[in-house]
């Protein structure tokens, strides 16, 4: 009977990025080490770098045993979802659909272009006058 793989999408892994919730990805397979960071002999540092990310370039650079692959399968608790897309769509609406707000900060921005001019003119009557003094 085959076993039940449990799916996750990369969002959901990249929630597990802390010491106490450390979940890394190594070749699609979705590992909850948590529980080995202090026992890791190359320190935690190593694996807490790849938190939440996929870790199989780091993994494989290290050149683990067949005994510490042995061991990572212990860790497996699912697979990333490669169908689940790995960032939101971004929904761009017309430029003929803008919102209210948009429109009323643009009018907003009309009406009061005065201040920062004024702003602009006080602080170059000050300046010259400051100058003259000297």
């Avoid at 959901?12 to 026992?39: F, M, P």
């Avoid at 697979?79 to 929904?91: F, G, H, K, M």
């Avoid at 017309?94 to 429109?103: A, H, I, N, V, Y």
Wanted: hydrophobic share 35%; charged share 25%.
């Amino acid at each position: 009977m085959p076993t039940i793989t449990k799916l996750f999408s990369a969002v959901e892994v990249a929630q597990h990025n802390t010491r106490e919730d450390c979940w890394i990805v190594v070749d699609g397979k979705v590992y909850d080490v948590s529980s080995y960071l202090d026992e890791h002999p190359g320190g935690d540092d190593v694996i807490l770098e790849t938190t939440g990310k996929d870790a199989t370039e780091g993994f494989e650079d290290a050149g683990h045993s067949k005994d510490a692959r042995e061991l990572l399968e212990t860790f497996c608790i699912g697979e990333i979802d490669i169908s689940a897309p790995s960032i939101p769509e971004l929904v761009i609406s017309p430029k003929d659909q803008q919102t209210c707000s948009c429109k009323n900060l643009m009018d907003l921005t009309k009406q009061y272009w005065v201040v920062p001019v004024a702003v602009i003119g006080i602080s170059a009557v000050v300046g010259f006058l400051y100058l003259r003094k000297k």
